[in-house]
């Protein structure tokens, strides 16, 4: 893991108190959730925990200096998965962002 990427995360975190509730427990932070970096993420995530891309669900698409943050939902994980692209979309790095005994 990068710093970078943990900067990244690390100023997405005030960012939780602009959530928008939208119902059904699902979370809308803000972003581009469909465009390439949320897609490339959704791949990279599913890919990961071995489930379908219709499986994640992405809440927030986050620009910065180090690149494109993005968060998702995995149906069935405790906790959302993080995910950081560079700026040309290419994946970096997946975490999960609950504890791993609960993965």
């Known amino acids: 893991m990068t710093i970078k990427f943990v900067l990244v995360l690390l100023a997405a975190l005030p960012l939780a108190a602009c959530m928008e ?14 465009g390439p970096a949320a897609t490339a993420c959704r791949a990279a995530i599913a ?9 994640v669900a992405v809440f927030d698409v986050a620009e910065s200096e180090a690149g494109i943050g993005v ?3 995995v149906a069935g994980a405790e906790a959302p998965w993080a995910c950081q692209t560079d700026a040309a979309f290419r994946v970096q790095g997946v975490m999960y962002t609950g504890s791993e005994g609960a993965l």
């Open 21 to 34: 509730d939208v119902g059904d427990d699902v979370a809308v932070i803000g972003g581009d959730l469909t």
């Open 47 to 55: 890919a990961q925990v071995g489930k379908s891309q219709s499986d």
């Open 71 to 73: 968060q998702a939902t």
